[in-house]
């Protein structure tokens, strides 16, 4: 017994060096959860936990098994289906829907969203619903100039507090129900917690929107922070094919709709040039657009016209490509490039040097550093070293342009676009695996690995794409956050805490103890996985109600709602890492964010629970 107590402390000593190393990251985040993995390895080879007939109950196979764990495997590929969404822009058209919103307020669209996060959260597992709003919060973001780590942390605080409202919003609730029946008490109904549950995500949400962005700070990627260009404007010049999108389109206001942002310095028709304003004015096919935009507006208006990329094919030939040359294949990326001091290009124009049949790489816009251009057409210009050149083509052709003497590839600015060809299968595979996963039909596991594989046989995604979107600091942290819990549930500490709070509470009114049991397994949620901790309490809290000749069901509704206030901690639910990557957020950044909403929703329910329940 002595010799268990003191493998018990010893976990606790881990614990408590494992959650300052997460939280200080003085050392980086990777290497302390091998470490901590490490550790409990060497803990119980040199002393090693037995039962009473001698066999070991805690050993390398136990300790490492959370590498297998479903729970990891669903992360993971989960990552690997939502990356495919981003990569092929399948969600563009709802995110314009809810970018129309910040016309009246921003808050208004992302309030839309989380409100819609936590209502389908109550009727459908949270995991696959975050999956889905990950990327369309990445797009509203983007849009409404704000940093994706201000959204993210509320997006999955949104699906678990919509998930303790109904039976079958989490698979916390039907464990905890499963183990009250084995416990002999009667089976949970739908909604039997459905008001105090709503209670809490009504307060929890309204945390959500308006605490939390003033809370976390900006953590955007050292990437995207690079990746940023500045604001001047390239030249640009668009060619009108006949199938173009913009044949037709008329300009309202001295604006066409699909160039937004963007400023049309004039239209080449035949022999005419046609000066601004455009108004009543509609584009033809052969028309030679040239126009002044940033890469941000050049972006904006390719996402929102994918179409519209075909109609450079024609810029350095004129209309003598066949269609097979104007085609966009699926790989393509923007980067810019530096006309070098020594280039062969200085002092020739685009249509003299034959730059894309030489790079395979498409221009797209001219940037002059030290002042503004003032020419006819784009392809006129000469060239001048230190001009900046806005290019398209793959990555294979623009990786080549490094050993190329004439340009300097500026690798920082290289951007992939999104595959949009492959929009309409990116969404049938996504929706797939929600559907498999939300109505139960297979195990969300079986249809997250299942909806990664599609995307990289379909070719939504190459196999390094896939790669690199599986995070190794996911993958290290809830590896030794399952070692923890394996190791805690191992020893006895979490039914010894347990234990303790009864006794020190002992004699104390019910409506105390009851408040007392809710903070103490809100605190374990974090540390151990919420579902561990919800199977563990849920016989403690019939015991305590039993003990108190209250009805039982009481504690159990407070196992649920404090096993779901997994804040605090990325380990803390599936979510919480699901949003770790696109947020780049840090293991404090969970902390500072969702300690608060752990207290505040322990006061509601404090204050709340007693009155609802007659225990006062």
Not at 229 to 236: A, P, R
Not at 512 to 521: A, K, M, P, R, T
């Amino acid at each position: 017994m002595i010799e268990t107590q003191l493998h018990m402390w010893l976990v606790f000593l881990f614990i408590a060096v494992a959650m300052y190393a997460f939280a200080s990251e003085k050392i980086e985040l990777e290497i302390s959860a091998i470490s901590v993995i490490s550790g409990l390895l060497i803990l119980f080879y040199i002393y090693p936990l037995e039962d009473a007939a001698g066999s070991q109950i805690l050993g390398a196979k136990e300790l490492l098994a959370g590498l297998a764990d479903p729970a990891l495997i669903t992360v993971l590929s989960l990552l690997v289906v939502g990356q495919g969404i981003v990569r092929t822009g399948a969600l563009e058209k709802p995110v314009r829907v809810l970018v129309t919103l910040r016309r009246h307020h921003p808050a208004m669209a992302i309030a839309a969203v989380l409100a819609t996060v936590l209502l389908i959260s109550a009727v459908m597992n949270n995991t696959p619903v975050v999956v889905v709003f990950i990327p369309i919060m990445t797009a509203l973001a983007e849009r409404l100039h704000k940093p994706t780590s201000s959204l993210m942390i509320p997006l999955s605080y949104a699906s678990i507090l919509g998930g303790m409202t109904t039976l079958i919003g989490s698979s916390t609730n039907l464990l905890v129900s499963a183990a009250a029946v084995q416990a002999g008490q009667p089976a949970i109904n739908f909604f039997d917690f459905t008001v105090p549950g709503m209670v809490l995500a009504v307060f929890g949400l309204l945390y959500a929107i308006f605490a939390i962005p003033h809370l976390l700070p900006d953590r955007e990627a050292v990437t995207d922070k690079s990746a940023t260009v500045s604001g001047k404007q390239f030249i640009v010049q668009m060619e009108i094919s006949a199938d173009s999108p913009l044949v037709g389109e008329e300009a309202v206001a001295g604006q066409f709709p699909s160039l937004k942002g963007i400023t049309i310095r004039f239209i080449q028709r035949d022999e005419k040039l046609l000066l601004p304003p455009f108004d009543d004015m509609s584009l033809k096919p052969g028309d030679s657009v040239v126009f002044a935009g940033t890469r941000k507006s050049l972006m904006d208006a390719f996402a929102d016209n994918p179409q519209i990329l075909s109609d450079f094919m024609d810029i350095e030939n004129g209309a003598e490509e066949d269609g097979e040359d104007r085609k966009i294949s699926r790989d393509q990326s923007l980067a810019e490039v530096v006309i070098a001091p020594a280039s062969r290009m200085i002092g020739r124009a685009l249509h003299q040097i034959s730059f894309r049949y030489r790079t395979g790489c498409v221009v797209l816009g001219i940037q002059r550093r030290s002042r503004m251009i003032r020419t006819s057409r784009m392809t006129d210009i000469r060239l001048e070293a230190g001009d900046v050149l806005l290019l398209l083509g793959s990555r294979n052709n623009l990786t080549r342009l490094r050993s190329n003497p004439d340009v300097l590839l500026l690798e920082w600015s290289t951007r992939e676009l999104p595959a949009l060809a492959l929009a309409r299968r990116a969404r049938f595979i996504f929706g797939a695996v929600v559907l498999a996963a939300a109505s139960g039909f297979v195990p969300i596991v079986v249809a997250a690995v299942a909806g990664a594989t599609a995307m990289v046989l379909s070719g939504c995604l190459n196999i390094h794409q896939a790669s690199r979107s599986v995070d190794r600091k996911i993958l290290l942290l809830i590896w030794a956050a399952l070692a923890l819990g394996t190791a805690m549930q191992g020893t006895g500490g979490a039914v010894y805490i347990a234990e303790l709070l009864v006794y020190l509470l002992s004699g104390a009114h019910p409506a105390v103890i009851l408040s007392g049991f809710f903070l103490l397994i809100s605190i374990f949620t974090n540390i151990l996985s919420n579902s561990a901790t919800a199977v563990l309490f849920t016989p403690v809290a019939i015991s305590i109600a039993q003990t108190l000749g209250i009805n039982p069901m009481v504690f159990v509704f407070a196992v649920i709602f404090a096993s779901n206030c997994s804040f605090a901690t990325p380990m803390g639910y599936q979510t919480n890492l699901l949003v770790m990557g696109p947020g780049h957020y840090k293991f404090s950044d969970y902390f500072r964010a969702g300690a608060p909403l752990v207290i505040l929703l322990w006061l509601v329910f404090s204050l709340f629970a007693p009155i609802y329940y007659g225990l006062i």
